[in-house]
């Protein structure tokens, strides 16, 4: 969600602080701003409720300010407080030399600004991350060192977060986490601070994760502090700058769409093998289990559905998804495996969840696409998806990625369980290194056969996806990205619920859009809603509106792909969303209200 930035450089603050956004805008925001300290020892704080480019012109109208290299900037995503300019980060204290910016949430934020305000202090903002400097601002008069300044505020704030402190009458900048991301590297050219280490590009050649607890200050060398004697480990940081840019697309979704034939090669290229003789399993040292619970959000938790249908289907292991956000209600028996599913690996309600008295105790594997993240932490095992930066906010490859990283680690661990023998281990992984051609053919037939079919979507209030099976998880996955990306209604039901409630939906002309992976019963609830007059869509084998399933150069699969159900079907699912989407005029890589890192509850 927010993004962070601080630099003390000897380069212009400003360019970098506002290039660092735009490599944080794919977060999602709603308003940003910069502070940069200035040759008197005062700061410039600009803020915007439009994009990081706005920030760019307001610098060019003030060029003739004398400024330093040393800043903070922040792209906001709005919890407390309305979305305005005056809700901006930074922050600043009464005095206007401490400036602050903030991600997570203060739970205990209205008790602290009672007392703030008793005592004096006047508020700018509606946002919880303004008692933060008000805070530092009492330390600091105390006589406290403004490292000790920051550790004694987030002991008195309860909840989660990520801070970092400017103080521009000495132009210290300190930075702390609490449960949430923030990252620090230094250079010849200076020392940075961030949320994400693609804020950082080029730069720095590594970098170190704050842990909780750890207060670092950006000076030379980095002076570190907290409650830990030790410093993190630092992390090679591999910049892939070429994977950022558009290449000619004209967004990034499209780009993202069309990478996941290659990328599907690629993790199977890198996991096949291992996953076939058990090494991936047995590489993770984790202990043998009865049972496997797939805690996610979104997304990641509908791909948490397939891999648990893998588990199911190839051994008989009892396998359910928990949603995160729920996960307090969820009761999991001794000898359970948790697999925790986040693009991210910064999911709030996922660290949340973790956390729980009800899965404290479970060995837990992360499967994400971060292996520098809080979920990677706090693990005892991480595979990771590989599939790379992914700019647009809906995702895309990142499904794929973990759908196939998923199955192939079940495949492994049910293998080393004595649950699947190595002939049939070899035989799913054969059909499995089919997948990268069966998504090359889906989606060039998508990209012909879909846009007409979404040019005649563009009034329809809403549209109803179906599914049997494995399906239902692609029509789910189907009808969130339609949300997401087109701000319509779209509900997904298993096919064989329609007449227990959903048909009441269908009438004339109503968009039904059916995952068809075969069968006489799916056939049958085809025929239920056309004859109601339904719009259908059909995504399945010849003779399908889609003709996209088992679709292949190499032979014919029927009706699409078993090991992990018919995992094509997502590519016209998501290119209906997206012409759609661009056809009512929608941002498809910023969509509205939703960001791509959900770092708050």
Sequence with gaps: MCGIVACRTTDSAPDYLCESLEALEYRGYDSVGIAVQTVGGGALRLRSTRRVADLVEQMAAVATRELT???????????????????????????????????????????????LTSAGHLFSSDVDSEVIAHLVEDELAFGADLADALSHTIDRCEGSGAIVVMDSHSGRIVGASRHAPLVVAASPNGSFLASDISAFGPRVASFQVLRDGDVVELAAPLRWTGIRP????????????????LHGYPDHMAKEIDEQPELAARILDRVGASATNGSLWRSLDLPDFDRVAIVGCGTSLNAGGIVAA?????????????IASEAAEAVLSPRTLVIAMSQSGETADILRALDGDNLALCQVLAITNNPHSSLARRANAIVECSAGHEIGVAATKTFVAQVLTGVAVAISALHELGRVDRANTE???DDL?????????????????VPPLAAQLIDAPGVIFLGRGAGVVYAAEGALKLKELTYRWAEHYPAGELKHGPLALVEEGTPVVVVDSGGSRIAGNIAEVAARGARLITIGGAGSTIPALGHSLIAPVDNGFQPCGPLESVIPMQVLARELALDLGRDVDKPRNLAKSVTVE
């Design 427 to 429: 035989s799913i992984l």
């Design 230 to 245: 030790d410093q993190p480990d630092v992390v090679t940081h591999e910049w892939a700058g070429t994977e950022l840019g």
């Design 69 to 115: 290299g040393v800043g903070i900037g922040h792209t906001r995503w709005a919890t407390h407080g309305g979305v305005s300019e005056r809700n901006a980060h930074p922050h600043t204290d009464c005095t206007g030399s401490v400036h602050v910016v903030h991600n997570g949430i203060i739970e205990n934020c209205d008790e602290l600004r009672a007392t």
């Design 310 to 322: 893998a588990f199911r289907r190839f051994g008989r292991m009892p396998a359910e998804t928990v």
């Design 433 to 449: 290194r089919r997948m990268p051609d069966l998504l090359a053919q889906s989606l060039t037939i998508a990209k012909d056969v």
